[in-house]
């Protein structure tokens, strides 16, 4: 093994070494530790002490939990689902293709069970503050933070001297990883051998790093910027005094050249000077402290109002009164035998440390009871609860805006070119419900037109009155299957233009800006009917639909273009290539493109 093969496991090492011990200084006087961070989380969020179930005196100590249901609450007011994903048509693209990208999508989505994605980042992210995917291939993977050992004082993965992942697998798991990967069998061979040679251990740790590393050749030291695999396995090998002579090297499975890295990074709220986003468990530490500290000084004083007592100064009188007295008992005493009085004054106070401790965490997490769906105390104004729920949910929105930008550069940069890369091929789209209804509306106008041709080839022109009995004709025979099979070609969305956009409420914009944009477009028409009809005009009243947050799909019938110019790439448009009249009710037809 090369000498600079041992220097990495050595840095690296000596990296993971300082990630859990070594804390940072944010400003003098403020440390943090990512690593000790994070375990103190897992313990709180599963209502476990770091120092034990049991106190100093013997006695169990009980978890009060006020992080749990904050964190509920926070992942309910930022969770959007795949739905809330639109495709909307960019400048110059076709509004067809990307109508029935933006379906295909969505079956694909649901296919991939990106849904799921989505609510395990809502879940994870105020517990933990950052919530960590890794993209391999176009398929994301959650990484465990407590095996993400980072420079904890950079603000971004972009800004890291180094980022190293460590896998503990099995022996089993390795050998199919290691046939992904492509690792040579020899050196899986080695890391097999020393595994096997090592005590007190089930797992292969695997350490994928990504950083400088030092190497030297004829021209000097270099620097390279690498992705390297490296297992630590092996045995050190020390003489017959026991001391050590040669530190187990591991063993190097590749090593590359590499720009970046896979990982795309979400976080809750962010503090200078520290990689780690602020979650709400994070938050609450303080006020769960004390509240834990309160619960159970009231546990205890609640053992002694379960005690019955008694006095006399009689020093003969010596028996235990449950064990020893029976109904009807008559005792012969110098002095009179009373109950010790040990009755709790301080119930009130304990209610108001619990009250005010929980104040302070409503009043840090937005956690309110108007939020959580519980009702208001009594007495409070409708006003005031009204006020409290648009400032909570304002506050909400802003970082679930946040989170909703990150997912739309992810979708951008790896998710959708790999929906455009699976979607290649010729395959099937199903439509049903509500895109049934919109594939109607917009195959319907050159179905009546080639009903139209195909009568008056036969030497018979439909009078108007006709006309509408063919429409209402094949208007309902398309309403009569549940669902249409189109088949979408081989590169159908090859060179798509269109935009992301992720409405995070379901009515990102603005209702009254929605209905001036209904408004307006209303005003166009009835000033020239011609808006629908004139190629130029039509683009421009799309862009100001779009614009406006509404699908101009919704509002107007999309003329679709003929099978020949649909199969010009070069044209602009894009369209179904309708059946006829006679298809229309065989419930499989093809999309040309």
């Known amino acids: 093994m090369k000498d600079t093969d041992l220097s ?40 476990k002490f770091q120092s034990g179930d049991i106190d100093d005196e013997g006695d169990r100590k009980y978890f009060y939990n006020i992080v749990k249901n904050p964190c509920k609450v926070y992942t309910k007011a930022i969770d959007f689902d795949t739905k809330n994903i639109r495709l909307l048509t960019a400048g110059g693209g076709e509004p067809i293709k990307t109508w029935f990208m933006e379906r295909d999508l969505k079956f694909w989505m649901r296919d991939k069970q990106f849904g799921k994605v989505l609510n395990r980042i809502f879940y994870e992210l105020p517990i933990f503050g950052s919530v960590v995917l890794k993209i391999i291939d176009g398929e994301p993977y959650f990484v465990d933070l407590r095996n993400f ?39 899986v061979d080695e890391v097999i051998d020393n595994f096997h040679q090592m005590k007190d251990t089930s797992h292969i740790r695997v350490y994928e790093r990504y950083g400088e590393v ?34 187990h090297q591991g063993v190097e499975l590749s090593s590359e050249e590499w720009e970046g890295n896979p990982y795309w990074e979400f976080h809750a709220e962010k503090i200078s000077g520290r990689w780690l986003g602020v979650g709400v468990v994070e938050t609450l530490f303080e006020p769960q402290i004390k509240q834990n500290e309160t619960a159970n000084l009231e546990s205890k004083a609640a053992y002694f109002l379960a005690l019955h007592l008694f006095q006399t100064r009689d ?28 009755q709790d004054r301080s119930g009130p106070f304990f209610n108001e440390q619990t009250r005010k401790w929980q104040n302070n965490r409503d009043e840090m997490t937005f956690a309110y009871d108007a939020i959580q769906g519980e009702r208001s105390p009594a007495g409070t104004p409708l006003g005031s609860t009204q006020i409290s729920i648009g400032q909570t949910l304002s506050y909400f929105e802003g970082i679930q805006e946040n989170i909703a930008m990150d997912i739309k550069e992810m979708l951008y940069e790896v998710i959708l070119p790999k929906f455009e890369k699976d979607n290649t091929t010729k395959h ?23 009903e139209v041709i195909r009568q008056s080839l036969n030497g018979k022109i439909p009078t108007n009155e006709e006309k509408d009995i063919i429409e209402v004709a094949i208007t309902e025979s398309i309403k009569q299957e549940k669902e249409k099979l189109l088949d979408i070609p081989s590169n159908f969305y090859k060179g798509i233009k269109y935009d992301i956009d992720i409405d995070i409420t379901g009515e990102s914009v603005d209702t009254r800006v929605r209905n001036a944009t209904y408004f307006a477009i209303l005003q166009a028409i009835t000033a020239d009917p011609t808006m629908t009809t004139d190629p130029v005009k039509k683009k421009i009243l799309y862009k100001i639909a779009e614009d406006g947050g509404i699908n101009p799909n919704d509002l107007f019938e999309v003329e679709v273009k003929s099978i020949d110019n649909m199969q010009q790439p070069q044209r602009a448009g894009g369209g179904v290539s309708a059946p006829q009249l006679g298809q229309a009710l065989q419930g499989k037809q093809t999309v040309t493109a």
């Open 214 to 247: 030092v190497e030297e050749d004829e021209n000097g030291m270099k620097y390279p910027y690498k992705r390297v695999f490296i297992a630590d396995v092996g045995v050190d090998d020390f003489d017959y005094y026991g001391n050590l002579l040669v530190k």
């Open 428 to 450: 099937t789209l199903r439509l049903v419900g509500k895109d049934l209804d919109q594939y109607i509306s917009m195959v319907k106008n050159e179905l009546i037109m080639k």
């Open 149 to 187: 050992i980072v420079d904890q004082r950079a603000d971004y993965l972009e800004d890291m001297n180094f980022i190293t992942e460590v896998h503990n697998y099995t022996p089993t798991t390795f050998r199919k990883i290691a046939k992904q990967m492509k690792w040579k069998q020899s050196k």
């Open 8 to 47: 990495i496991l050595r840095t690296i090492n000596k990296e993971i070494e300082d990630f859990k011990i070594k804390d940072i200084t944010i400003v003098p006087g403020l440390t943090f530790n990512q690593y000790q961070t994070i375990e103190k989380i897992f313990f709180y969020y599963n209502s």
């Open 315 to 342: 020093q003969t009188f010596n028996r235990n009164l449950k064990q020893n007295a029976q109904s009807g008992t008559v005792f012969n005493v110098e002095s009179e035998i009373t109950e010790v009085n040990i």
